[in-house]
């Protein structure tokens, strides 16, 4: 009997130690499971601080690059005939202005911006590149600043002319550019333009005309519009603004408040000294004056059978459109005999006052087998 009960009780003890077992086992599996819980609340957490941190940032982001500095009318007066057009606001850049913030800038209210490419020495006539174009056009052109380009000129032939829209066009090739192309044409003391004019050896105000449409048709003969940039002094004195601006597109500069030049100019450099969000210091304000009811011919040349932007279909996919990142965008479907066209093989489209509320528009461009450009309104609530 005594080995008997040895015996169940050696088997309770077995089944006394199995029991131990399996309870620690469960216990450390239950661990285990508590430690994988524990480490998926502690991702999930992580990732939401992420998530928050993220938002935050963002949020401080928009706060600051929202423009306390626009650019507005105020002071400035604009010729009678100018009345009914569409007033859009724009700055003209070089190496001379700091590093730039181009979104600031746009959230500004500048919806383009020329930026200079290039110059001719006054002194030497050595043609160079603008330190900062680079930078700049990419940097206009990510904001979603529509972007011309000038030359500060100084030819003093038809030749030097040609010479110098090559030289633009070479600088411009890789970028998007949706204004034209300028030759800035100055007189700037010792220079040898200047020279020039007081040596009496460019007297006729042909001599200034056959120098810059020489330099606008070569660029108009690449595929750009072209345009010159001249002062109220220059338009007057040396040129006739009235004959000039049949022939190409005038951007003048007359600063005080208002400009004086007799002939009709679709830019205007009103001040050197404008304040604006995301430059430092003075910067030189612009105004583009657009009729909304006109189509206006684009001087490069194109195919002769092209279509004509007015005879196609623009439709907005909504009737209205709130600001979101500091401006209205608008999805817009263009049709041509009830064909869809494609943005960048057809046309190009560009927005300008679509920083506010109010009425934005979309700068339809016809390219390739399309031709022209219009101002189509829309509304931003």
Same mark, same amino acid.
């Given at each position: 009997m005594a080995r008997v009960d040895r015996y169940k009780s050696d088997e309770r003890d077995k089944r006394t130690e199995a029991k131990r077992r399996k309870l620690a086992e469960r216990r450390r599996?239950?661990?285990?499971?508590?430690?994988?819980?524990?480490?998926?609340? $502690? !991702?999930?957490?992580?990732? @939401?601080?992420?998530?928050?941190? #993220?938002?935050?940032?963002?949020?401080?982001?928009?706060?600051?690059?929202?423009?306390?500095?626009?650019l507005t009318d105020e002071g400035l007066t604009h010729a009678e005939r100018y009345t009914d057009f569409v007033k859009v606001h724009g700055i003209d850049v070089s190496e001379f202005q700091d590093k730039i913030k181009w979104k600031k800038v746009k959230s500004g209210e500048a919806d383009f911006a020329f930026i200079r490419a290039g110059y001719r020495k006054?002194?030497?006539?050595?043609?160079?590149?603008?330190?900062?174009?680079?930078?700049?056009?990419?940097g206009a052109n990510k904001a979603g600043v529509m972007t011309g380009a000038y030359f500060f000129s100084q030819a003093v032939t038809t030749d030097e002319a040609v010479e110098e829209a090559e030289y633009l066009l070479d600088l411009v090739k890789p970028y998007e550019i949706d204004l034209p192309l300028v030759i800035d044409?100055? $007189? !700037?003391?010792?220079?040898? @333009?200047?020279?020039?004019?007081? #040596?009496?050896?460019?007297p006729a105000a042909s001599n200034y005309h056959d120098i810059v449409v020489a330099f606008c048709s070569r660029i108009e003969e690449a595929g750009y519009e072209a345009a010159v940039y001249a002062n109220y002094d220059m338009l007057t004195n040396y040129m006739d603004s009235e004959l000039l601006d049949d022939q190409e597109f005038v951007w003048a500069a007359?600063?005080?408040?208002?400009?004086?030049?007799?002939?009709?100019?679709?830019f205007w450099q009103a001040s050197e000294d404008a304040q604006i969000a995301g430059i430092e210091g003075?910067?030189?304000?612009?105004?583009?004056?657009?009729?909304?009811?006109?189509?206006?011919?684009?001087?490069?040349?194109?195919?002769?059978?092209?279509?004509s932007i007015e005879n196609c279909k623009v439709k907005?996919?909504?009737d209205s459109y709130r600001l979101s990142n500091h401006r209205a965008i608008p999805k817009i479907q263009v049709t041509y005999e009830g064909?869809?066209?494609?943005?960048?093989?057809?046309?190009?489209?560009?927005?300008?006052?679509?920083?506010?509320?109010?009425?934005?528009?979309?700068?339809?461009?016809?390219?390739?087998?399309?031709?022209?450009?219009?101002?189509?309104p829309f509304t931003i609530e």
């Amino acid at each position: 009997m005594a080995r008997v009960d040895r015996y169940k009780s050696d088997e309770r003890d077995k089944r006394t130690e199995a029991k131990r077992r399996k309870l620690a086992e469960r216990r450390r599996g239950g661990g285990k499971r508590r430690d994988g819980i524990l480490t998926v609340r $502690l !991702i999930v957490i992580a990732v @939401l601080v992420i998530i928050l941190i #993220a938002l935050v940032l963002r949020l401080i982001f928009y706060v600051s690059s929202i423009s306390r500095v626009h650019l507005t009318d105020e002071g400035l007066t604009h010729a009678e005939r100018y009345t009914d057009f569409v007033k859009v606001h724009g700055i003209d850049v070089s190496e001379f202005q700091d590093k730039i913030k181009w979104k600031k800038v746009k959230s500004g209210e500048a919806d383009f911006a020329f930026i200079r490419a290039g110059y001719r020495k006054s002194d030497t006539g050595e043609l160079r590149t603008d330190a900062d174009f680079e930078e700049n056009i990419k940097g206009a052109n990510k904001a979603g600043v529509m972007t011309g380009a000038y030359f500060f000129s100084q030819a003093v032939t038809t030749d030097e002319a040609v010479e110098e829209a090559e030289y633009l066009l070479d600088l411009v090739k890789p970028y998007e550019i949706d204004l034209p192309l300028v030759i800035d044409f100055e $007189l !700037i003391e010792g220079g040898r @333009l200047a020279e020039k004019v007081a #040596a009496g050896e460019m007297p006729a105000a042909s001599n200034y005309h056959d120098i810059v449409v020489a330099f606008c048709s070569r660029i108009e003969e690449a595929g750009y519009e072209a345009a010159v940039y001249a002062n109220y002094d220059m338009l007057t004195n040396y040129m006739d603004s009235e004959l000039l601006d049949d022939q190409e597109f005038v951007w003048a500069a007359e600063y005080g408040g208002e400009c004086h030049v007799k002939g009709n100019y679709m830019f205007w450099q009103a001040s050197e000294d404008a304040q604006i969000a995301g430059i430092e210091g003075g910067v030189d304000h612009d105004i583009w004056y657009i009729d909304p009811d006109k189509v206006y011919s684009t001087y490069a040349k194109g195919k002769d059978n092209a279509v004509s932007i007015e005879n196609c279909k623009v439709k907005f996919d909504k009737d209205s459109y709130r600001l979101s990142n500091h401006r209205a965008i608008p999805k817009i479907q263009v049709t041509y005999e009830g064909k869809s066209l494609r943005k960048g093989t057809h046309y190009e489209v560009s927005y300008v006052r679509n920083t506010t509320e109010g009425t934005g528009y979309a700068i339809i461009r016809g390219i390739d087998s399309y031709k022209n450009w219009m101002a189509v309104p829309f509304t931003i609530e």
